[in-house]
């Protein structure tokens, strides 16, 4: 069996079995009957008899919640609580204590806890405790990633006929669910990002896609950006953060534009990509995260390498899977598909009523050589539809093109130039068909015959 087969018949784990719990309290009764009862729910349950004990455990392996208890001797767990916090931990913790006490309440709310249990307690009520917890912890992650996201409603469908569109999603399908780093490359403008979230949206990972651009982020900021940070790490720093690493855990992390990345912090990238841990700013202490890399250049790589821009063994780790993708003057027949999808999702978008080009136009847009790619043909269909003009009326013919007389290039057949002049006429009646076939001396019958043949000679010779 091929090992992408086997990732494939791997089903995709449910949510509640990759959570671990550590339970601290000093009765033994109490961490046996909560490790038993939670065990049939969760991946791990571990115990510990003292915070001592805990911050061992918590050595070896990630928590996504805590349970503690308040009263314990030699160090309460709010006092335990608190040094954590200063450290730069972020768990998600669920207090238990025997004493109803106005000041514990209080203490508990001040770090952030998610609930106050007291004892005794029957079990409902601590599961109920924990599914608010983990489900608060999971909510208010999606919500960074959407907010970061709110602008951004493209598809993870890559469209396109073209032989190389279609080796491309065969490929994206095939390595996406393997947890290897995948690194893209292709120039300015070809859907990196799209292409990355295709990469993530079959790959079974049920956490978050984080998306970071790291030319827009400044040197300085970018290890707190993607690491997080403690209070007081630096200037300025009046608040604990957590990183995108954080955000992505069991998700997916984009990094575009890899290459724009600090030497000193792809050193940084290197030891998470081989270790799975990240270290905050301010801290001393690592947290195991669960997050593949998806790296995008629109340099290449190798060629930074040389240069002694980019590290090569970083470069090597994260070309363990790699994407090319075309740029748009190497796939000239999607861009009838490309341009239909985009004045669908713009018309939209805009409120404005569509429009469709004719057979000029996609010909004066065959001869650009369209050096932003993609996002540049978005940027002529949204002039298009804001202007009310045509891709004829913008574009002008490259020095390149094919010779042409009286607008129309030497090398077409008569039906192609009728069929044209016919989508001229069309577009100044508005798409009324009886006002031009009037125009053009014919019944509307021929009209719609003559652009029947004009398509099916477009499917031949796309075929």
């Known amino acids: 069996m091929a090992i992408n087969e086997q990732w494939n018949e791997r089903p995709a784990p449910a949510k509640p079995s990759d959570i671990a719990i550590l339970i601290v309290d000093d009765e033994a009764g109490i961490r046996d009957f909560l490790q038993r009862a939670l065990s049939k729910l969760y991946r791990e349950v571990d115990c510990a008899d003292s915070t001592q004990q805990a911050d061992l455990l918590r050595l070896e392996k990630h928590y996504d919640l805590l349970v503690v208890d308040i009263c314990m001797p030699e160090r309460s767990g709010v006092q335990w609580i608190q040094t954590l916090r200063d450290a730069g931990n972020h768990c998600d913790v669920i207090f238990m204590t025997a004493f109803a006490d106005m000041n514990h309440a209080i203490d508990a709310l001040r770090l952030g806890a998610s609930d106050l249990i007291l004892k005794p307690f029957r079990i409902e009520q601590m599961r109920a405790a924990i599914k608010k917890s983990l489900d608060h912890r999971r909510l208010s992650r999606e919500n960074f990633v959407l907010q970061r996201q ?66 827009a982020l400044s040197p300085e900021l970018m290890e707190s950006e993607l690491f997080g940070h403690v209070k007081g790490a630096f200037t300025n720093a009046h608040h604990p953060r957590e990183g995108l690493f954080s955000y992505a855990d069991h998700g997916t992390l984009f990094l575009d534009e890899i290459s724009e990345m600090p030497l000193t912090l792809q050193a940084k990238l290197l030891r998470v990509l081989e270790d799975g841990r990240i270290r905050p700013l301010g801290t001393e202490r690592d947290i195991k995260v669960d997050v593949r890399i998806i790296a995008a250049s629109n340099k290449n790589l190798a060629e930074e390498v040389q240069h002694g821009h980019f590290r090569e063994d970083l470069f090597y780790r994260l070309n363990v899977l790699q994407c090319q993708l075309p740029p748009l003057r190497e796939r000239l027949q999607d861009l009838p598909i490309l341009t239909e999808h985009l004045i669908q999702r713009l018309s939209k978008d805009l409120s404005i009523k569509p429009i469709q080009f004719s057979q000029a136009d996609f010909q004066i847009m065959r001869q650009q050589r369209w ?91 796309e075929q």
């Open 150 to 215: 709110l602008n951004d409603q493209q598809s993870t469908r890559l469209i396109g006929e073209s032989s190389a569109i279609q080796a491309l999603n065969t490929l994206i399908k095939r390595i996406a669910p393997a947890p290897s780093a995948v690194l893209l490359q292709g120039e300015s403008g070809t859907g990196k990002e799209l292409a990355a979230r295709a990469l993530h949206q079959f790959s079974g990972r049920h956490g978050a896609f984080v998306p970071v651009n790291c030319a």
């Open 371 to 461: 050096p932003r790619n993609i996002r540049e043909l978005k940027n002529l269909v949204e002039r298009c539809l804001l202007l009310g003009m045509f891709p004829q009326d913008l574009l002008q013919p490259s020095s390149h093109a094919t010779s042409t007389m009286e607008g129309y290039p030497l090398d077409w057949t008569l039906q192609q130039v009728g069929c044209c002049h016919i989508e001229r006429v069309l577009q100044v009646h508005s798409g009324n068909k009886t006002q031009a076939a009037k125009q053009l001396g014919i019944t509307r019958k021929t009209l719609d015959r003559k652009r029947q043949q004009g398509s099916d000679e477009r499917s031949a010779l």
